[in-house]
T-cell receptor, first 115, second 109 residues
Framework: IAGITQAPTSQILAAGRRMTLRCTQD?????MYWYRQDLGLGLRLIHY???????GKGEVPDGYSVSRANTDDFPLTLASAVPSQTSVYFC??????????????FGPGTRLTVL | QKEVEQDPGPLSVPEGAIVSLNCTYS??????FMWYRQYSRKGPELLMY????GNKEDGRFTAQVDKSSKYISLFIRDSQPSDSATYLC?????????FGQGTRLTINP
């Protein structure tokens, strides 16, 4: 069982370029999430999806977009990257969106550097 | 003020010591809390979750919630070098997790 896979593992990107971070889960989970992790700030939610076809904004959505065309995939797009988007990005999934004890499972992360 | 505050450390203790990791939260309506462990260059993984107030024990780990002071704690007994990681507390809302900053812990052999 792979769980959650993310690609690429790391990327160096020039400012102004477009970039899509890929996330795929094989657990048939309904809910998926994108977080960014920065030193001193912890994990912050960017966007989420409660089920295929729906998305919502998290705490820090500006500059990012997502889509959820099917259950398994949840790509995160930076339309025009800026240096402040340098971070480690984690994708996560959970069986349901509203279950208070539902565990969120995290992928291995993508390290993105914007120069 | 962040909803969940956590001292980022770093915290360094000798092997075998009892470790206490702490977080505070701002809203007394919060009831579900989780502790995640994150090894270097890996994604976080759920360690424990607790509800409301009181203690929950799992092996060497004990999670505690004190609603009166809005304080959540994770205790690690007989700490091992393999416990070296970043520990993140989080509160669980209807849909989302809100994380503290994480505490980086090193257990020295």
């Amino acid at each position: 069982i792979a769980g959650i896979t993310q690609a690429p593992t790391s990327q160096i990107l020039a400012a102004g370029r477009r970039m899509t971070l890929r996330c795929t889960q094989d657990m048939r989970h309904n809910a998926m999430y994108w977080y960014r992790q920065d030193l001193g700030l912890g994990l912050r939610l960017i966007h989420y999806s409660n089920t295929a076809g729906t998305t919502g904004k998290g705490e820090v959505p500006d500059g990012y977009s997502v889509s959820r065309a099917n259950t398994d995939d949840f790509p995160l797009t930076l339309a025009s990257a800026v240096p402040s988007q340098t971070s480690v990005y984690f994708c996560a999934s959970s069986e349901r969106a509203g279950g208070v004890t539902d565990t969120q499972y995290f992928g291995p992360g993508t390290r993105l550097t914007v120069l | 003020q962040k909803e969940v505050e956590q001292d980022p450390g770093p915290l360094s203790v000798p092997e075998g010591a009892i470790v206490s990791l702490n977080c505070t939260y701002s809203n007394s309506a919060f009831q579900y809390f989780m502790w995640y462990r994150q090894y270097s260059r890996k994604g976080p993984e759920l360690l424990m979750y607790t509800y409301s107030s009181g203690n929950k024990e799992d092996g060497r780990f004990t999670a505690q919630v004190d609603k009166s002071s809005k304080y959540i704690s994770l205790f690690i007994r007989d700490s091992q070098p393999s416990d070296s990681a970043t520990y993140l507390c989080a509160r669980k809302g209807a849909q989302k997790l809100v994380f503290g900053q994480g505490t980086r812990l090193t257990i020295n052999p």
